[in-house]
């Protein structure tokens, strides 16, 4: 008697042109909460439910014209969680991949690297952000990274495999050593890794590999565990899941896609030790990377060194390339911003949690450094829209 009350399931349908099961599950785990049907029949069977209805889809777009055609035609609303297809308007949730990017850099900065290379297949939108949040962190700190962008083009019709191999070798053999290199994905770091199997260098000793989404059936089954930026893929399909229920009950789409930072660098083998070969400055350096949120100085690195402080700071900066202070300033600079961005810490927490003694030190130090206060910074890239990173 009181069906006319009851709230009706939303009948939505996943069709994931590239299926990755940590998005099926931040949906799934959206669509348990709010009692939806869910229809995962693409990501089980690789084809569309010819015929469907329902009242919105959530999608990866690809390059399928199958898949633009059907969610034409379905005239519900459509969320995207991807950037393949910018030429067609959607409402998005991506990744922030310009974070993505710099976090790679931060990672490789706080081990003392000064040579640096970037790998890809493509040149699409999310790589351009990616190496640009890369590159231009480098660059802040007067590093310029390589680019190794892989396109076989029509040279290499029969094996691929190999031959991207030996073209991965030639680079890894023309980069100065030690040098850290940050592959788009996962199996684009499996394959630098098999470059350096096949060119006989030592990772990480002498290459440091660092791949993105931690994809662990990838980066935890090869010989040497690949170190990954945290891709919050799960955040983004519950995300994505969120805004297509708003816009299934009529809510506007928002003007900019939504962006879903990442959760930190999952540091597996690939990139474990620092490339300082220098024993006094490794110490010194690890010294201030485990202990920067402590009340510590430069003098403190000095002691950790076990060098006087004269030929320490001579070598320190031969060897990382800035002073002890500078380098104790960076890391509370970067963990800050990380915090900033991936958190909802209090400015006053953040204070506590890098080593600035008062919240108002830590605004006085970012915003010298930035240009703009931690409010305003963490506000700023909330706001942020993709492509204006």
């Not at 348990?32 to 229809?39: S, V």
């Amino acid at each position: 008697m009181a069906k006319h009350l009851e709230r009706r399931q939303p009948n939505v349908l996943l069709a994931l042109g590239t299926y990755d099961y940590r998005i099926h599950r931040g949906v799934a785990r959206y669509a348990g909460q709010r009692l939806w049907h869910l229809n995962g029949e693409m990501c089980i069977w690789g084809r569309l439910p010819r015929g469907w209805k329902g009242d919105g889809i959530l999608t990866a777009l690809e390059f399928q014209p199958d898949l633009v055609r059907f969610i034409k035609a379905a005239k519900v609303p459509v969320v995207d969680v991807s950037l393949n297809r910018p030429d067609i308007p959607l409402p998005r949730v991506v990744g922030d991949h310009y974070l993505i990017g710099a976090l790679a850099a931060e990672h490789f900065l706080e081990r003392g690297f000064h040579h640096f290379a970037w790998h890809a297949n493509d040149t699409g939108f999310a790589t351009q952000q990616r190496w640009r949040g890369f590159s231009e962190t480098l660059a802040r700190e007067g590093f310029h990274p390589e680019s190794w962008i892989w396109q076989p083009g029509a040279r290499h019709p029969g094996d691929l495999w190999r031959a991207k191999c030996q073209w991965l070798v030639q680079r890894l053999q023309a980069v100065p050593k030690p040098a850290a290199v940050l592959a788009f994905r996962d199996s684009d770091a499996a394959n630098v890794l098999d470059a350096c199997l096949a060119g006989g260098f030592v990772v990480p000793d002498e290459i440091a590999i660092l791949g993105i989404d931690n994809n662990e059936l990838i980066c935890e089954s090869q010989s040497v565990p690949l170190s990954s930026v945290h891709h919050d893929l799960d955040s983004l399909g519950y995300e994505g899941a969120a805004l297509l229920d708003r816009l299934i009950q009529g809510q506007s789409a928002p003007e900019q896609p939504l962006l879903i930072p990442p959760r930190g660098i999952v540091v597996r083998r690939s990139t474990e030790g620092l490339a300082i070969h220098h024993e006094p400055c490794r110490r010194a350096l690890k010294f201030l990377q485990t202990n920067f949120a402590r009340n510590i100085g430069a003098a403190d690195a000095v002691r950790a060194s076990g060098l006087s402080r004269r030929s320490f700071e001579k070598v320190f900066f031969e060897k990382v390339g800035r002073t002890p202070g500078a380098e104790l300033a960076r890391l509370r600079l970067a963990h800050a911003k990380e915090l900033l961005t991936q958190t909802n810490l209090p400015v006053m927490d953040i204070a506590a949690r890098t080593g600035y003694r008062t919240p108002q030190y830590l605004n006085h130090v970012f915003h010298r450094a930035m240009g703009m206060p931690p409010r305003k910074y963490r506000l700023a890239h909330r706001a942020r829209a993709v492509g204006h990173g």
